[in-house]
Nanobody, 118 residues
Framework: QVQLQESGPRLVKSSQTLSLTCTVS??????????WMWIRQSPEKGLEWMGA???????YYSPLFASRIDISRDTFENQITLQLNSVTPEDTAVYYC??????????WGQGTLVTVSS
């Protein structure tokens, strides 16, 4: 069974970079045909898909975040990393990583609340 666990700082200051890591166990992040995604949720904006990295390493991002997001991976550690630059209090949300099989997001992490202070 594949499990995902988000980790990283819970509090970030405005204008700084938010960095989160998703550690995957029970399966490799290089296994076809899975994509590994970052999604966030806030009361104001609901669920927002941010971007993903494919099992081959290709990355694609939502236009909403494309100018300030980077998703990378460490195949040795079996981890996916999210970096979101120039954050503001509007980036306060619960951040999730998820595994997608090209039909739906089949596995989710428990999520981590990140608060951006002004």
């Amino acid at each position: 069974q594949v499990q995902l666990q988000e980790s990283g700082p819970r509090l970030v200051k405005s204008s700084q970079t938010l960095s989160l890591t998703c550690t995957v166990s029970g399966g490799s992040i290089t296994t076809s045909p899975y994509d590994w995604m970052w999604i966030r949720q806030s009361p104001e904006k609901g669920l927002e898909w941010m971007g993903a990295i494919k099992y081959m390493g290709n990355r694609y991002y939502s236009p909403l975040f494309a100018s300030r997001i980077d998703i990378s991976r460490d195949t040795f550690e079996n981890q996916i990393t999210l970096q979101l630059n120039s954050v503001t209090p509007e980036d306060t949300a619960v951040y999730y990583c998820a595994r997608d099989d090209n039909y739906s997001m089949i596995d989710w992490g428990q999520g981590t609340l990140v608060t951006v202070s002004s």
